[in-house]
């Protein structure tokens, strides 16, 4: 019998409020919890405070079974994702990069082009560093990669996603506030009827975005 493909999702496990009281990843956790337990939507999740942990997790968790889907869930900005002040970014698609050898463990267990990496932060894929990051990793993975480029809350906007060797079909100016394209500045929040929106329930990628 075949064993169906993975669905994980990582989240920043550092970003607590003053003393320990409830701050984001608290939500992260929770909303793990959530799409895990309740909705059935991950089969596993892990909550790291970097990315070398993050990714030796996945690389890791279960070897034997493939991935369809990785969610990222945490802080970022245009080009880049964070897990406290750790950054990944396109620097680690490089050989040689400390984060390199577990990406390409990764990819070697996705599925294939259908295959999908969703960073559920802020900015993500906004102005041309974000462009040039989506592009540089679904090309590294061969996979689809989404993410945004408003900053996200309960409402996510300016979702979008790239598939290997395609070029993004969105705007550089999309979510940006301040600031030109190629040195953003800030980015606007998330409303509904922003461009490309989901809920934070949202568990899929509507077709077209």
Not at 33 to 52: I, K, T
Not at 142 to 157: D, L, M, P
């Amino acid at each position: 019998m075949r064993t169906a493909p993975l669905r994980l999702m990582i989240f920043d496990r550092s970003c607590t409020g003053p003393r320990l009281r409830p701050g984001l990843s608290h939500a992260w956790w929770s909303g793990a919890q959530l799409y895990g337990r309740v909705l059935g939507r991950l089969d596993a999740w892990h909550g790291a405070h970097s990315w070398a942990e993050a990714l030796t997790w996945i690389a890791q968790h279960q070897p034997s079974r493939p991935i369809a889907e990785l969610q990222f869930w945490g802080h970022g900005k245009w080009g880049r994702a964070y897990i406290e002040r750790d950054i990944l970014d396109a620097t680690a698609l490089q050989p040689g990069h400390p984060l390199h050898a577990s990406l390409l463990a990764i990819r070697e267990r996705l599925v294939g082009p259908e295959a999908l990496w969703w960073f559920r932060t802020c900015e993500t894929f906004g102005a041309l560093p974000g462009h040039d990051f989506a592009r540089r990793f679904s090309d590294f993975l061969g996979a689809r990669a989404a993410g945004h480029t408003y900053i996200i809350g309960g409402w996510q906007s300016g979702l979008h996603s790239l598939g290997p060797g395609e070029q993004p079909g969105w705007s550089p100016l999309e979510g940006l506030k301040a600031g030109p394209p190629d040195d953003p500045r800030e980015a606007l929040w998330s409303r509904r009827r922003e461009p490309n929106t989901i809920h934070f329930l949202s568990g899929k990628i509507p077709a077209g975005y």
